[in-house]
Antibody, heavy 118, light 107 residues
Framework: QVTLRESGPALVKPTQTLTLTCTFS??????????VSWIRQPPGKALEWLAR???????YYLTSLKTRLTISKDTSKNQVVLTMTNMDPVDTATYYC??????????WGQGTLVTVSS | DIQMTQSPSSLSASVGDRVTITCRAS??????LNWYQQKSGKAPKLLIY???SLQSGVPSRFSGSGSGTDFTLSISSLQPEDFATYYC?????????FGQGTKVEIK
C-alpha cells in the first residue's frame, strides 16, 4: 500500500526558509522510474507543480521558483525534503507531495497547509 | 512552459447528466495528459492518464480522449459523488503544468 505524508511548520514568517518533509511507504525511490514531486495549491486556487526528484537523483524545478527551491532525498529513510527560501505571503498554500511512476503522479499525500505571516 | 487551458471554468449539471470538460495545451503534448478529481479539502485523485487510460479503481463512467493539443474528460452519467473540481495536467515536459480547474456543481 502506497502512502505519503507531508510534514513541516504550519506557520512561517516572511523571509524565512520553509522546510517540508515527505515521508512515504509502499515503494522505493531507488526503483527505476520512480519519482516524487511537490505540488502546491493556494487557498481557492489551482494546483501548481513545484519540483521533482527521480530515482537516479535527477532534479527538476519550476522555472520561476528555481532559485528558491531545493529538493533532496534520503532513500534509506524513505523521505524527500523540499526547501523554499525567502518565503512570502503569496506562498501561503497547501503543499502536497506525490509519487510518480513512469511520469504520472498517481499517489498523493493529504497535504499540509503552510501560512506565511508575520 | 506549456500552458493548459480548461473550459468551462465551472458548470452546473444534474445527476444523470453527461458532462464534458475540455483541456487545451499551448503546444502538442502527444497523449501525455492526465485528469484529476479534487473534492473540497482533499488531495487530488488520478482519474485518467495518458489521455484515455482509466486509473485502477476509477468508475467506467469516466473517460478521456484526445491527442496533440485538444483533450476531453467525459462523465457519462453524473453521480452525486462526482461533484468536485477537475484538473488536467500535462506530463510531456517539465514543468508539469496544470489547467486552472473546472468546478462541477449541482444544478
Amino acid at each position: 500500500q502506497v502512502t505519503l505524508r507531508e510534514s513541516g511548520p504550519a506557520l512561517v514568517k516572511p523571509t524565512q526558509t520553509l522546510t517540508l518533509t515527505c515521508t512515504f511507504s509502499g515503494f522505493s525511490l531507488s526503483t527505476s522510474g520512480m519519482c516524487v514531486s511537490w505540488i502546491r495549491q493556494p487557498p481557492g486556487k489551482a494546483l501548481e507543480w513545484l519540483a521533482r526528484i527521480d530515482w537516479d537523483d535527477d532534479k527538476y524545478y519550476l522555472t520561476s521558483l528555481k532559485t528558491r527551491l531545493t529538493i533532496s532525498k534520503d532513500t534509506s529513510k524513505n523521505q524527500v525534503v523540499l526547501t523554499m527560501t525567502n518565503m512570502d505571503p503569496v506562498d501561503t498554500a497547501t503543499y502536497y507531495c506525490a509519487r510518480s511512476n513512469v511520469g504520472v503522479p498517481d499517489y498523493w499525500g493529504q497535504g499540509t497547509l503552510v501560512t506565511v505571516s508575520s | 512552459d506549456i500552458q493548459m487551458t480548461q473550459s468551462p471554468s465551472s458548470l452546473s449539471a444534474s445527476v444523470g447528466d453527461r458532462v464534458t470538460i475540455t483541456c487545451r495545451a499551448s503546444q502538442s503534448i502527444s497523449s501525455y495528459l492526465n485528469w484529476y478529481q479534487q473534492k473540497s479539502g482533499k488531495a487530488p485523485k488520478l482519474l485518467i492518464y495518458a489521455a484515455s487510460s482509466l486509473q485502477s479503481g476509477v468508475p467506467s463512467r469516466f473517460s478521456g480522449s484526445g491527442s496533440g493539443t485538444d483533450f476531453t474528460l467525459s462523465i457519462s452519467s453524473l453521480q452525486p459523488e462526482d461533484f468536485a473540481t477537475y484538473y488536467c495536467q500535462q506530463s510531456y515536459s517539465i514543468p508539469r503544468t496544470f489547467g486552472q480547474g473546472t468546478k462541477v456543481e449541482i444544478k
